[in-house]
């Protein structure tokens, strides 16, 4: 009886040990990197089938305004006009990092972006599944330099 259960958390823990050693953060960046690049892309060319279906089901998009807290179906419905152009908007990534779960199945990132709007930070939250990584919660976020905020203070009244 202990010589079999010996055996079997044996056999588990090298099964876990496996599982654990088979998370590549390397790779995972360069997959992930693709995911985001090819988001961005979509929606700079109004690709809306790639660009929600990079999106999981009840993904989360928090736009710059304190109003825009979408469940992905209603921010697909809000979007969609801007979809039925030659460009829905142009972002484009130039500083990205990457943190990950214990077992890698779960990855957050911030980046910094060129748009219409300026410098612009998006963080988000990226879960893998069988078929590939898809983004749970992103959030588009103005940057205000610091020696800029009494500034903006004064024009919001705050």
Known sequence: MIKSLF????IVALFACKEKSTFNKESAIV?????MDNWHLSAAIADEDVFFNSMDSNAVYLG???KERWLKHEFEVWAMPYFQRDTAWAFKSYNRFWDFS??????WFDELLETHMGI?????????????????QYNLALT????????FRLVQGI
């Open 102 to 107: 214990e077992n890698g199945d779960i990855a």
């Open 31 to 35: 997959e992930l990197n693709a995911v």
């Open 7 to 10: 055996t079997l958390v044996l």
């Open 64 to 66: 710059t305004d304190p």
């Open 120 to 136: 612009c930070r998006g963080s988000g939250v990226m879960k893998k599944y069988d078929d590939g990584w898809k983004i749970k």
């Open 144 to 151: 205000l330099p610091n020696e800029k905020m009494n500034e």
